[in-house]
Each structure stands twice: as structure tokens, then as C-alpha cells.
């Protein structure tokens, strides 16, 4: 006959806490070079605590913040998305030189009102980059700004295929942070040619990816 063996509790595992992930969604104006960019970053950023999603719609301001906007609203009931909302909704938008975007306004009363946050760029996300290698403080079109970054011919970009190899844009993002706040505070607004707030959204992922956020 066996001898009986009282089997105790089983062993529990002490783990360690897991900080919750911040969950940002980015739509992209730009269909290459913004979503290039924030793909890199997203890669860079690839531990925990931060999650990005890209959206998948492009064009006219107006559109890219009501396509935000149904995003957000349907993220809790979309397997895609997690079952789960997003702590912040941003859109990146370019105002555009010689002829503002049509309708900027109105998109951005539109996003104020659902809570969607804007980085904004005058005259196109091209100065953000351009700002990682050299200071630019004079006025500058759409095309001037992409020929520009085009010349540097530090980070593989190129005007006819909107080529853009992140890594090279590391070592530059401390001088682009301070350039960009630097043009903030000469100019009264993104209405200012040049401007660019998209060190606001890079600095807060940064910090989310190192739980400060």
C-alpha cells in the first residue's frame, strides 16, 4: 500500500510589475517620409512601455483628422486595435509654402474638438529632418525645403522617391529638439515660416518609452 504525499500549494512565481503600455496613434500626412520616420522610431522605440500605431489614411489635412477620428472612436471595439483605446491621437500635418493647405483651419477646430493633437510643420515635415544636421532660420517653400534636404545627402533622401534612412537621424535629434524650440520662440506661431512642433510628439514618445510619459 503507498504512502500518501500531501501535496502543498503550488509554487507562485514573484514577477515583476510590467509598466502598462501608452498606446499613441499617428496618422501621417506624408505617405513615405513621415511614415518612415515614425516607422524608425517605432523600431527604435520597440520595449515597453510604449506602443505606436501608424494610420493608414493620407492626404488633405481635413481628411487625415476625420480618418484619425474614426480611429480612435472604434479602436475599443476593434480586434486590430486591440480591444483597447488609445491614450493619445495625434496627426502630422504640413501647412505648405508658397500656398497654405486649404482648409487648415478647419481641421485643426475639428481636431481641438476631438481631442486629436496636431504636430504641425511650416513649411513641410522636411525642415524637422532638415533640423537634425544644420539650422534654418529663413523662409522656406515646400520644394526649397525638400531640395534642401535632398543636397545634405546625409540621411538617403531624395525629392523624386522620398528615401529616408532613420538611423542616420539619431545622433542629430538633441540638436533638432533645441532648434525646433528655438524657431518657436522667434516666431508667433506655426503661421511663421519656418515652424515645427514635431519635437512635441518625438519628446513624448521618448519619455513614454522610458515611463516618464
Given at each position: 500500500?503507498?504512502?500518501?504525499?500531501?501535496?502543498?500549494?503550488?509554487?507562485q512565481?514573484?514577477?515583476?510589475?510590467?509598466?502598462?503600455?501608452?498606446?499613441?496613434?499617428?496618422?501621417?500626412?506624408?505617405?513615405?517620409?513621415?511614415?518612415?520616420?515614425?516607422k524608425?522610431?517605432r523600431?527604435?522605440?520597440?520595449?515597453?512601455?510604449?506602443?505606436?500605431?501608424?494610420?493608414?489614411?493620407?492626404?488633405?489635412?481635413?481628411?487625415?483628422?476625420?480618418?484619425?477620428?474614426?480611429?480612435?472612436?472604434?479602436?475599443?471595439?476593434?480586434?486590430?486595435?486591440?480591444?483597447?483605446?488609445?491614450?493619445?491621437?495625434?496627426?502630422?500635418?504640413?501647412?505648405?509654402?508658397?500656398?497654405?493647405?486649404?482648409?487648415?483651419?478647419?481641421?485643426?477646430?475639428?481636431?481641438?474638438?476631438?481631442?486629436?493633437?496636431?504636430?504641425?510643420?511650416?513649411?513641410?515635415?522636411?525642415?524637422w529632418?532638415?533640423?537634425?544636421?544644420q539650422?534654418?532660420?529663413a523662409?522656406?517653400?515646400?520644394?526649397?525645403?525638400?531640395?534642401?534636404?535632398?543636397?545634405?545627402?546625409?540621411?538617403?533622401?531624395?525629392?523624386?522617391?522620398?528615401?529616408?534612412?532613420?538611423?542616420?537621424?539619431?545622433?542629430?535629434?538633441?540638436?533638432?529638439?533645441?532648434?525646433a524650440?528655438?524657431?518657436?520662440?522667434?516666431?508667433?506661431?506655426?503661421a511663421?515660416?519656418?515652424?515645427?512642433?514635431?519635437?512635441?510628439?518625438?519628446?513624448?514618445?521618448?519619455?513614454?518609452?522610458?515611463?516618464?510619459?
Amino acid at each position: 500500500m503507498g504512502v500518501g504525499v500531501k501535496r502543498g500549494k503550488p509554487l507562485q512565481r514573484t514577477r515583476g510589475a510590467r509598466p502598462e503600455q501608452r498606446r499613441f496613434l499617428i496618422y501621417c500626412e506624408g505617405e513615405c517620409t513621415e511614415h518612415q520616420y515614425f516607422k524608425g522610431l517605432r523600431a527604435e522605440l520597440r520595449a515597453l512601455p510604449v506602443a505606436v500605431c501608424l494610420g493608414g489614411e493620407h492626404g488633405e489635412p481635413k481628411s487625415l483628422v476625420k480618418a484619425a477620428i474614426e480611429h480612435k472612436n472604434r479602436a475599443p471595439r476593434s480586434a486590430s486595435d486591440r480591444w483597447t483605446a488609445y491614450d493619445e491621437v495625434w496627426c502630422v500635418i504640413d501647412v505648405e509654402a508658397p500656398v497654405p493647405h486649404e482648409g487648415l483651419e478647419d481641421a485643426l477646430k475639428l481636431a481641438a474638438r476631438h481631442g486629436i493633437e496636431v504636430a504641425l510643420t511650416n513649411p513641410c515635415f522636411e525642415l524637422w529632418l532638415l533640423l537634425h544636421f544644420q539650422d534654418v532660420r529663413a523662409y522656406c517653400t515646400s520644394a526649397e525645403a525638400q531640395k534642401a534636404l535632398e543636397k545634405l545627402g546625409s540621411c538617403g533622401y531624395s525629392v523624386s522617391r522620398k528615401h529616408l534612412v532613420y538611423e542616420s537621424l539619431r545622433d542629430g535629434h538633441t540638436q533638432a529638439e533645441e532648434l525646433a524650440r528655438a524657431l518657436r520662440g522667434r516666431k508667433k506661431g506655426y503661421a511663421d515660416n519656418p515652424w515645427t512642433d514635431v519635437d512635441r510628439l518625438v519628446g513624448l514618445l521618448k519619455a513614454a518609452r522610458h515611463g516618464r510619459a
